[in-house]
């Protein structure tokens, strides 16, 4: 009798799965599949999961197989698709950056593995050594194979003062090594700002926060009150991303009015959008240089690929990260919900960011000594929510740290030849100069 109460749970709960792809994949979806092929598909799922409640060697609750069998289904679409049990999911809901610390790093699945995207500058993680493209293979003794990426977030995150260990593994090293970290309450200034030379200036932008365009307008509201700005570079290198409206108003701070920013694809209408440059100050007389990363990526790729498409900037550094892609959150039944990749996003041109990432006009690669030289809805979530600083800040880069960068190095160098250009360009035919 306990065995057929339990093949009746596992029927129900196979029924609901099939209730929910049909309902999830709305009227196109059910054209596209075969509905006979489903159900025959979905018997022998019921099958194995029967065989599993009656035979396998330890009792396991319905529930767990479900879920597990969830969690499997989910890992096979993509590394950013996941189920959310129902403590993750209240977990999700809640703002958590009072309560918990963290280490400053912006995680991702590539090639199943948890990969690091970037560490945020600052954090305990970039002061320990952390360097994008960083493999953690262990989180606390506990292998990370098969780890979702939401679980894996979650034994990152505790209180601030707390000690976790992670094991790495980097591109060149022999064996694995341990990385002893202290958790910190995440606080991160997003916008940088320092002039290079004079009248050329270099703003940093470490992530993508409500404030973040404001701030940056802030800047060279400054800026332009003193000599006129004859060149920017905008430093997006270990920039893992942020918000998404956050990179379409600072984005659209050097566009004209209506031109396309980015725009999204996805299965169903809802989820194509497009947005438009529409900002109230606009900064189009000077010209910019855009530094990206393997580290730059989701909102960081989006300013890149417009100001690149429409060719307002010259992209130097190195290949970026290649995180393209929407998550919606869907609530189910039991509390529980599914964070499912739904759109990817599009440079103005139709470039895919997804799985390519933005490719440099310019390939310079960067500074091979330091751990990281500058800096993720972050959409493979930070281990805190960061709490943003208000205001930029002022910074000071010595002269020998810039000669140790040849990203921005290049920069600089390009954008004085520009300046060198732009005063030795000859004048329109018919003018004539005028002498005093």
């Known amino acids: 009798m306990g065995s057929m109460r339990n093949v009746k749970k596992v029927v129900m ?17 059910s054209k596209s599949q075969d509905t006979s092929a489903t159900y025959e ?44 049990d129902p403590e993750m999911y209240r977990e999700m809901q809640v703002e958590t950056s009072g309560s918990f610390g963290g280490l400053g790093i912006e995680i991702t699945l590539r090639d199943d593995i ?12 970039y002061r320990a050594g952390i360097q994008p493209g960083d493999r953690i293979i262990k989180i606390e003794g506990i292998s990370t194979k098969d780890m ?53 200036e270099y703003i940093r932008l470490r992530q993508f926060q409500e404030q973040t365009a404001q701030d940056l307008e802030t800047v060279l509201d400054k800026y332009s009150k003193g000599a006129k700005i004859q060149g920017l570079v905008l430093d997006l290198r270990n920039n893992p991303g942020g918000l998404l409206t956050s990179a379409v108003e600072v984005t659209e701070k050097f566009l004209d009015a209506g031109r396309l920013v980015v725009y999204t694809e996805g299965r169903v209408r809802n989820q194509n959008m497009r947005f438009q440059a529409n900002a109230r100050r606009v900064y ?5 240089v855009v530094l990206v990363n393997q580290g730059s990526a989701s909102a960081s790729e989006i300013v890149a690929g417009a100001l690149q498409d429409w060719g307002r900037a010259i992209v130097i550094g190195t290949q970026s990260f290649g995180k393209g892609s929407v998550q919606t959150i869907i609530p189910l039944s039991d509390g529980s919900g ?19 990432g933005i490719t440099p006009d310019i390939i310079v690669e960067g500074p091979k000594t330091t751990a990281a030289v500058t800096l993720p809805a972050p959409e493979a979530p930070p281990t805190t929510p960061p709490a943003p600083k208000t205001g930029p800040s002022v910074e000071t880069k010595p002269a020998d740290e ?35």
């Open 402 to 436: 810039l000669k140790r960068d040849p990203q921005l190095q290049r920069a600089l160098d390009l954008l004085k030849a520009m300046r060198i250009l732009d005063r030795t360009r000859p004048a329109p035919a018919g003018s004539q100069a005028q002498v005093k």
């Open 338 to 356: 599914l964070r499912l990749t739904t759109a990817k996003y599009f440079t103005p041109k139709g470039r895919s960011i997804h799985g390519k």
């Open 148 to 200: 979702q990426l939401t679980d894996a977030v979650k034994r990152m995150r505790g209180k601030p003062g707390s000690k976790i260990v992670i094991s790495i593994v980097r591109e060149g090293w022999v064996e694995p090594k341990d990385f002893d970290i202290i958790r910190e309450q995440i606080r991160v200034q997003s916008v940088k700002t320092q002039e290079l030379e004079s009248g050329i």
């Open 114 to 125: 948890l990969t690091v995207v970037a560490p945020i500058e600052g954090t305990p993680a």
């Open 41 to 84: 598909n979905l018997r022998l799922f019921t099958e194995v999961l029967s065989i599993v409640q009656s035979q396998y060697v330890d009792e396991v609750p319905a529930k767990d197989v479900i879920y597990n069998a969830i969690k499997g289904t989910l890992r096979g679409l993509d590394p950013h698709s996941s189920f959310l």
């Open 284 to 288: 189009t007389d000077f010209p910019v």
């Open 13 to 29: 709960a196979s029924a609901l799965l099939l209730v929910l792809t049909l309902s999830m994949g709305g009227g196109v979806a």
